[in-house]
C-alpha cells in the first residue's frame, strides 16, 4: 500500500509535531480515518498546499480539522476555511520515526 | 505541491504546512522599538523645554504649542508602541517559546504598562526602561527567528 514521508513545516501541531519532523503516512486505503487521527490533506482553497492537522469530528464525508497548538493563532485550519471533504485527504499519519 | 520521488528505493516526500493563518513572516518589533524612540524623544524634548524668557501673549502661546505638540506626540507614539508590542505578544509569540523564554511574558506586561506610564507621566527613567524592555524583547524575537540581528536604534 502506498506510504509517503510528511515532513512538517511550521508549529501549529505543537506540542505532538514538530518543525521538521518527518511522519510516516499511508494512504487512505489502508487506514480509516476516524476522530483523533492526524490527516495530510489539500487545503481547500490552496490547491497546491498540503497541510497536516487532527480531526476532531466526522460528518459523513466530511472532517473538521485543528491544529493541535492550544494557541487559537497557531493554527490555519477548519476554523478557518470549514470543514473538509474526506477526498482532499492525501494520507493518515501512522508513525513518527526517527529514521525515515 | 508535487510528490518528489527522488529514489525508487526512497518513500516519496512532501512538505506538510502546520501554519498559522496570519502573515507569520512579516512581524518585526521595529516597530514597537521606532515608537519607543519618540516617546523617549519627546520626553526629554518636554524635560529640557526652558520657558520663554519673556513672558508675553505671543511667547506664552508659542511655548505651550510647543509643549502640547510634545505631549500630543509622546501620548500617541506611546498607544502606537503598546499596540505594536500587544501585537507581538499576542499573536506571534507562542506557548513552545515560554520554554526557552519564560520571562516572556512578564517582560511583555511590564513594557506594557511602560507604555502606559509613558503616557501619563513626562520620565526620562520610565522612557529608558521602556526601551530597556523592547530590547529585550527584540532580543527574543530574533533568537527564535533563528537570527542574529543587531539592535540598532535610530537616534
Known sequence: ?100 | MAILMTNDNILPEIEASAHCDGPCGVYDPASARIAGEAVQSMTKKMLALDYPKVFSSESMAAYLNTMSRYAAIKDEEAQKCKHELLVLWTDFFKPQHLDAHPELHTTFWQAAKLCSACKVEVSAMHAQELMDAIEAIHTMFWAIKGREVPWIRAS
Not at chain 1, 505532538?16 to 489539500?42: H, I, P, Q
Not at chain 1, 497548538?69 to 513518527?96: C, R
Open chain 1, 1 to 100: 500500500m502506498a506510504r509517503f514521508i510528511a515532513v512538517v513545516s511550521g508549529d501549529s501541531m505543537w506540542p505532538t509535531y514538530s518543525e521538521g519532523d518527518r511522519l510516516l503516512c499511508a494512504e487512505l486505503l489502508e487506514s480509516a480515518v476516524s476522530v483523533g487521527s492526524v490527516v495530510v490533506f489539500k487545503h481547500p482553497f490552496k490547491t497546491s498546499l498540503h497541510l497536516v492537522k487532527r480531526v476532531t469530528s466526522i460528518e459523513g464525508a466530511e472532517l473538521f480539522v485543528e491544529g493541535d497548538n492550544t494557541d487559537p493563532t497557531s493554527s490555519e485550519d477548519s476554523h478557518n476555511f470549514g470543514k473538509i471533504p474526506t477526498s482532499s485527504v492525501l494520507g493518515i499519519v501512522i508513525d513518527k520515526p526517527n529514521d525515515v
